[in-house]
């Protein structure tokens, strides 16, 4: 057997797949890609084939001697080989200093694969102290504008393999939690920016953005999210506004990174803060009860926001 991103490849799917090579001898290792996840499908939770994964599977194949791929018909450009880094774009930076009060209605815009999305990548690049990452997986991006004006951005996208507080806190098993990751969040990015001084913005912003993500997230991704989380720099921040939207602390990462062997800090301690989405979301992330239609309800603002036109 073979094993591939937790798919297990017996004998009987390697004949399958030099017989699908056999019958196609013109097709390209996409082609040929797309059609075992058609025969298999292999999809992703919203209906997409796996054909990224698929293709990368067969070609582990290809190199173990398993079965024989016909050579590339081309080589296409990959854009995360040589990552540029986002333009620059001139946005209004007059201060912003204000109750918060004046400044809503609030207008949450998720802006992932539109024509707003180099302005969030270009706004977290040059006015986030991490810069700009581009995430794989699942991920959304938010801008939020209040008349207009961009004012903070959040960047969430598939949870962390694996985090010794959060996985005790839930109270699942190694194969559990590889089954049900996908049903958690992470919130690898929070920018308000510089020039915008309003108290008690940031919590505010969690309160309405944890509806807000949930909705949005069943929407595209065809699958619901039951709890969130987020790491804090422990030297830059002590997590306020988390404390503030009812986020709650867990305990401190260790500092070693997931692929360390020197079992020795190497990076800088933080805070791992998590958010349950539901009451039992214990349950649901175990597997031991389903979905309850009423299990999450959004409050009717959230709901405005989210579908707002950017």
């Not at 937790?6 to 013109?26: C, H, M, Y």
């Not at 999305?117 to 810069?131: A, D, Q, R, V």
């Not at 969690?206 to 999210?225: F, T």
Request: glycine share 6%; charged share 25%.
């Amino acid at each position: 057997m073979f094993t591939y991103r937790g798919r297990v490849v017996t004998d009987k799917d390697i004949i399958f797949i030099k017989e699908l090579i056999a019958q196609n001898p013109d097709a390209s290792r996409r082609a040929l890609s797309r059609k075992l996840c058609i025969a298999w499908n292999w999809v992703q939770a919203n209906g997409a084939l796996r054909d990224m994964v698929c293709r990368g599977m067969m070609l582990e194949l290809h190199r173990a001697g398993f079965i024989r791929l016909p050579d590339k018909k081309c080589n296409p450009h990959n854009p995360f080989v040589e990552r540029r880094k986002p333009k620059k774009i001139q946005i209004n930076q007059t201060l912003l200093e204000t109750k918060l009060a004046k400044i809503r209605p609030l207008e949450f815009c998720q802006v992932r694969r539109s024509p707003h999305e180099k302005m969030f990548n270009s706004l977290i690049e040059y006015y986030h102290y991490l810069g700009y990452c581009h995430s794989v997986g699942e991920q959304l991006k938010y801008i939020v504008y209040t008349d207009g004006r961009p004012i903070a951005c959040f960047a969430w996208s598939s949870a962390a393999r694996h985090i010794g507080y959060r996985d005790r806190f839930i109270g699942w098993d190694a194969k559990t939690r590889k089954k049900n990751l996908h049903l958690l969040a992470y919130n690898t990015r929070f920018l308000i920016l510089p020039w915008v001084r309003v108290p008690h913005l940031a919590s505010h912003l969690l309160g309405h953005m944890i509806k807000i993500l949930a909705l949005d997230w069943r929407k595209i991704y065809n699958h619901p999210i039951w709890y969130l989380e987020t790491f804090v720099d422990k030297t830059r921040f002590a997590g306020t506004c988390y404390k503030a939207a009812n986020w709650k602390y867990l305990g401190d990462t260790t500092g070693r990174g997931k692929n360390d062997q020197t079992f020795k800090p190497n990076r800088s301690i933080k805070a791992v803060w998590g958010y349950p989405l539901a009451k039992n979301f214990r349950s649901l992330l175990r597997g031991t009860h389903s979905e309850d239609p009423g299990t999450y309800r959004p409050g009717r603002q959230a709901v405005r926001c989210s579908f707002k036109a950017c």
